[in-house]
């Protein structure tokens, strides 16, 4: 993430900010930073740009929430993400905001009312102007909209831009779609929505060792809060995630609950091509690139050691057509 790119977290009860650094914010849950929210963040930055250098310019900004609304209301509800919440920072700065927000959502911000989130919320926090897409809604009673912000323009002093977040074919995009493509497998269709590989990132734990007596060693991350996607077998890039701008490496990788071996949850299975490092407690950026079969049970390991050879034959078949990483010497 840009080192001039500020992340506040800010609450319901807090101090309100500095009011000499005014903004231009896209509010929302952002969830995925897919190309809707980055238009939303464009066009705060397109608004920002037409009053820089000014002694009223504007930075650009968003508003989101944490946790996601849908983990404060539903706390059992399995995984659903679809950006880690370290690599949704960066996604946020990368698609132009300098200034991201993060408000806690808590039982006070859960209480607060649309007029007073517009008329004391908002104010608090610097914003003069806010983007958001034509379905956004907030307060307790769902009554705020960029309708109400407009009618209140005066009182506020807020303007509310409204954004279209539509792909080519006149559709929304939206975090449901996604997350309906990834279930059924889709990872070409998320990944379009998204404008960048589906990404699943984490930390590499001990696993069984098994795969390293099948001469496929793995590098095992749970999902944790990530949406998971059909259960199978993935073509996948990897990286270091302390190493972003190295080459990528080319792997395969399961993910599912391992119905030939013990069942140790949900679990993302990678077998990097041409690497024999430790990557034991390094933190992985996983991208998920094309979808090879489902999750099956075998009859014994012979039987998994033959399959995971197709797999990974067909993993590399897809690089060197695809992405152009090929297999080394």
């Not at 399995?78 to 690599?87: I, N, R, S, T, V």
């Not at 809060?225 to 399961?254: H, I, T």
């Not at 060197?320 to 297999?327: E, I, N, P, S, V």
């Amino acid at each position: 993430m840009p080192k001039e790119t500020r992340v506040i977290n800010w609450r319901i009860g807090d101090a309100a900010l500095d009011q000499s650094v005014r903004l231009v914010a896209a509010i929302g849950n952002l969830d995925g930073v897919h190309l809707g929210h980055q238009s939303l963040i464009g066009c705060a930055a397109s608004v920002a740009g037409e009053r820089a250098n000014g002694a009223d310019s504007l930075k650009p900004a968003v508003i989101t929430f944490t946790p996601h609304p849908k983990r404060f209301f539903k706390p059992d509800m399995e995984g659903f993400l679809l950006a880690d919440p370290g690599d949704k920072l960066c996604f946020l700065a990368d698609a132009g905001a300098e200034v991201i927000i993060q408000l806690q959502f808590d039982e006070a911000m859960r209480n607060t009312s649309a007029h007073d989130f517009i008329h004391a919320v908002l104010p608090a926090l610097g914003i003069d102007v806010l983007c958001a897409g034509e379905d956004f809604a907030f307060g307790n009673d769902r009554i705020g909209n960029l309708d109400m912000v407009t009618r209140q323009e005066a009182a506020s002093g807020i303007r509310a831009v409204s954004v279209p977040i539509l792909d080519e074919g006149g559709l929304a995009v939206s975090s449901s779609r996604i997350r309906a493509a990834l279930k059924e497998g889709n990872v070409s269709d998320a990944s379009t929505m998204l404008g960048r590989p589906f990404t699943v990132s984490g930390t590499v734990i001990e696993g069984d060792r098994r795969g390293r007596t099948i001469g496929f060693p793995t590098a095992n991350i749970t999902m944790g809060e990530m949406q998971q996607p059909a259960f199978g077998v993935y073509s996948v890039a990897v990286r270091l995630a302390d190493q972003p701008e190295a080459p990528l490496k080319a792997g395969v990788a399961n993910i599912g609950r391992r119905p030939s071996v013990n069942d140790r949850g949900v679990l993302l299975e990678s077998n990097l091509f041409d690497y024999d490092g430790d990557l034991y407690g390094q933190r992985l950026n996983v991208m998920l690139l094309d979808y090879i079969r489902p999750e099956k049970a075998f009859d014994g390991l012979d039987a998994l050691k033959q399959q995971i050879e197709l797999d990974a034959a067909a993993a590399w078949a897809y690089h060197a057509k695809t992405t152009g990483l090929t297999q080394q010497d």
